[in-house]
């Protein structure tokens, strides 16, 4: 079992930032893929980023304003998004994720969520 819990949302105006941090804790040793999603109002939870031990991957959307970056200590892997040059459409709930794998199956774990608010 892997728990994710996200912080670091919130109210922010259009043009500025924000990082969204999230804390993976349990079985964290069979995680194999952690990454971001994100779900407005009224449409489907979409990909925003997601990490592996040798690339990072971005939605188009997101490109040269988000920076997806892992921290791994002792019992805890930190997860964080960096989120710049903000626009109201970003403006979604945002998600942790985390992919386990473990004797050939696979897992995946969510947090609970984060609202992040832009302001135009």
């Known amino acids: 079992q892997v728990q994710l819990v996200e912080s670091g949302g919130g109210l922010v105006q259009a043009g500025g930032s924000m990082r969204l941090s999230c804390a993976a804790s349990g079985s964290i040793f069979s995680i194999n893929a952690m990454g971001w999603y994100r779900q407005a109002p009224g449409k489907q939870r979409e990909l925003v980023a997601t990490i592996t031990s040798g690339s990072t991957n971005y939605a188009d959307s997101v490109k040269g304003r988000f920076t997806i970056s892992r921290d791994n200590a002792k019992n805890t892997v930190y997860l964080y998004l960096q989120m710049n040059s903000l626009k109201p459409e970003d403006t979604a709930v945002y998600y942790c994720?985390?992919?386990?794998?473990?004797?050939?199956?696979?897992?995946?774990?969510w947090g609970q969520g984060t609202q992040v608010t832009v302001s135009s």
């Open positions: 994720y985390a992919r386990s794998y473990v004797l050939g199956l696979s897992t995946d774990y």
